[in-house]
Antibody, heavy 117, light 106 residues
Framework: QLVESGGGLVKPGGSLRLSCAAS????????LNWVRQAPGKGLEWVSS????????YYADSVRGRFTISRDNAKNSLYLEMNFLRAEDTAVYYC????????????WGQGTVVTVSS | DIQMSQSPSSLSASVGDRVTITCRAS??????LIWYQQKPGKAPKLLMH???SLQSGVPSRFSGSGSGTDFTLTISSLQPDDFATYYC?????????FGQGTKVEI
């Protein structure tokens, strides 16, 4: 399973670090993603990281502000979010993917990020 | 970026109805089409991948078809547990993109 943490209320321009703890599967053998969902809206892919962190991708909306990373020794995924904007307000899901192009087969329960003054 | 468009955005149906949801890609994606089901307050659940391959544990009343740019998700006989929002997603290229969702209501 995947369990996210680190969400909360932050002011515009502020920073937040999300974490995702994995258990029950071979963490280092899977690519991982962050997907977000703004209140009442659809799903938006945010970022992906490969098994060895050699390949990393970002959505245009977050590139330069967010940084994805992983620690295979700790079975953990992270999302460092800087220069947060109101439009970053969303539930952030940690999501597992076997290989590039494969479906997102395991989702965490999500953590809520609210950017507001 | 590949744009994904679903129709309808919402639909009303009854238990036992046959329901079809359409997803169209802005360019060809082969069969790299995935369907998810999401219930209020819950994370999405994987239903189908590769356009028509049912995920393990998903009831056989769900089926998918299509290739290239046009895809469909069909529920052959709607059950009470199926009232939810359904999303398509292309995994052909980065950035991964989702359709806007189709809400299936009673």
């Amino acid at each position: 399973q995947l369990v996210e943490s680190g969400g909360g209320l932050v002011k515009p321009g502020g920073s937040l670090r999300l974490s995702c703890a994995a258990s029950g599967f071979g963490f280092s053998g899977y690519s991982l993603n962050w997907v977000r969902q703004a209140p009442g809206k659809g799903l938006e892919w945010v970022s992906s990281i490969s098994t060895t962190s050699s390949l990393i991708y970002y959505a245009d909306s977050v590139r330069g502000r967010f940084t994805i990373s992983r620690d295979n020794a700790k079975n953990s995924l992270y999302l460092e979010m800087n220069f947060l904007r109101a439009e970053d307000t969303a539930v952030y899901y940690c999501v597992r993917q076997r290989n590039w192009g494969d479906p997102f087969d395991i989702w965490g329960q999500g953590t809520v990020v609210t950017v507001s003054s | 970026d590949i744009q994904m468009s679903q129709s309808p955005s919402s639909l009303s149906a009854s238990v036992g109805d046959r329901v079809t949801i359409t997803c169209r890609a802005s360019q060809t994606i082969g069969r790299y089409l995935i369907w998810y089901q999401q219930k209020p307050g819950k994370a999405p659940k994987l239903l189908m991948h590769d356009a028509s391959s049912l995920q393990s544990g998903v009831p056989s009343r769900f089926s998918g078809s299509g290739s290239g740019t046009d895809f469909t998700l069909t529920i052959s006989s709607l059950q009470p547990d199926d009232f939810a929002t359904y999303y398509c997603q292309q995994s052909y290229s980065v950035p991964v993109t989702f359709g806007q969702g189709t809400k299936v209501e009673i």
